[in-house]
């Protein structure tokens, strides 16, 4: 009977660039509710609830999404060690983050199993994914390094494949991690039954992983020990030295590691497996009408066929089209043949090269305290819908730049402004004229909706003089 402790490691990076507009550098695709009521990232934790011996999860995540994925973990009922990377370094030094900071806060006899998991994958069947993890318990605990291999069901050129070697218990040794084929290689790989699509899922003891490292990646170990060594926690976060992290070579696991280990295993893993890579991979996740369209929002299709047809706000019509994606946001609508999927990050990319904004945020933005949403812009003015949560408050702060009217629409607001204390309610409007220094709290019970109208010569987000301010901004 196995009775070590299974720590999840939650990858909480990436950017899916190929899914814009919804996927945005502040809001990537681990966080969109793609598939049903809860995020992708809220899935990959969910989907654990079952597994004998599971402890409590670390996320590894971007600073910038700090408070993203701690609401997201707080809506489902959940906690989590969330460790900021102060740079992006790749898997290997961010799971090596995690082994350590694992050995180092347990409490228990053994090092913990770590279960490697990118946050933005769809899993079909979690029974099966399930029983997969239960099979290679017993391979990591005698300190083997296993990965799962996805069941490939057509000749994909998008992904890396694995390939097996002798069977074992429930798997197979790993032979080799191989490139991302061309067209006629990846048919002779799903024809010979040998070769299993590289998931970025992995089993191993946080001990077997450092000393692997040690072995093949010593600098990434010394790094990101020193890093773990120098963290200092911030709220609910543990922050890692950022100059011992930095320091770290960016490598994936599979570069650092399971290239070069004789202890490799892969579990086969036929569940139904989708990273979502580009918009056409909807269209593979079983949700496809009769005309084989894949539909959300407020979408009327007529003489439609075979297209995925998004909308977040307005009507969204198609009449006589075939072989589209088209996604429609408040800000962005993008129109795309599917065979282009994969084209869309060019599209971001020159986006960026512009310095155009609709790659950065999405229309509504989250920040640690609730939401902003903008409803009109023009250049001396603007107006945002405001969203504060039950008992959050903004930072005192003041502007340069603009002054700002507030009246609210639901809840209670308090409010300082210069030497004085407002207490708003519902219909009720205030001030704040430039250069005052002034907050904004919900003292409710139920959230705080407010409209906001700015005006004045300079509009952007960084005219905030922050003197107080709970989040550590």
Known sequence: ???????????????????????????????????????????????LDGIAGLGGAIAVANENHRFLVAEQFFEIGQKADILLEPAARNTAPAVAAAAVHAIGSGTQQDPPLLLVLPSDHVIANVAAFQEAVRA???????????????????????????????????????????EKPDGETAQRYLDSGDYFWNSGMFLFRADTYLDALERYAPQIRECVTAAVASDRCDLDFVRLDHAAFVASPSKSIDYAVMEKTDRGVVIPLDVGWNDIGAWDAMAALGQADDNGNTQRGDVLSIDTRNSILLSEGQLLATVGVSELIVVATPDAVLVADKSKAQEVKAVVEELKRSA????????????????????????????KRILVKAGASLSLQKHHHRAEHWVVVKGTALIVRGDETLL?????????????????????????????????????EDDIVRLQDSYGR
């Open 1 to 47: 009977m196995n009775t070590s402790v299974i720590r999840p490691v939650i990858l909480c990076g990436g950017s899916g660039t190929r899914l814009w507009p919804l996927s945005r550098t502040h809001y990537p695709k681990q966080f969109l509710r793609l598939v049903d009521d809860f995020s992708l990232l809220q899935n990959t934790v969910r989907r």
């Open 136 to 178: 290679a318990i017993p391979h990591a605990d005698a300190g083997a390094l296993v990965t799962f291999g996805v069941v490939p069901d057509r000749a994909e050129t998008g992904y890396g494949y694995i390939r097996r070697g002798e069977a074992v218990a429930g798997g197979y040794a790993l032979d080799r991690f191989v």
């Open 356 to 383: 155009r904004s609709e790659t950065e945020l999405r229309h509504i933005v989250h920040r640690p305290w609730g939401s902003y949403e903008g409803l009109a812009h023009a250049p001396r003015y603007q107006v």
């Open 424 to 460: 708003l309610s519902e219909n009720q409007s205030t001030y704040i004229p430039l250069g005052v220094v002034h907050r904004l709290e919900n003292p409710g019970k139920i959230d705080l909706e407010m409209i906001e109208v700015q005006s004045g010569s300079y509009l952007g």
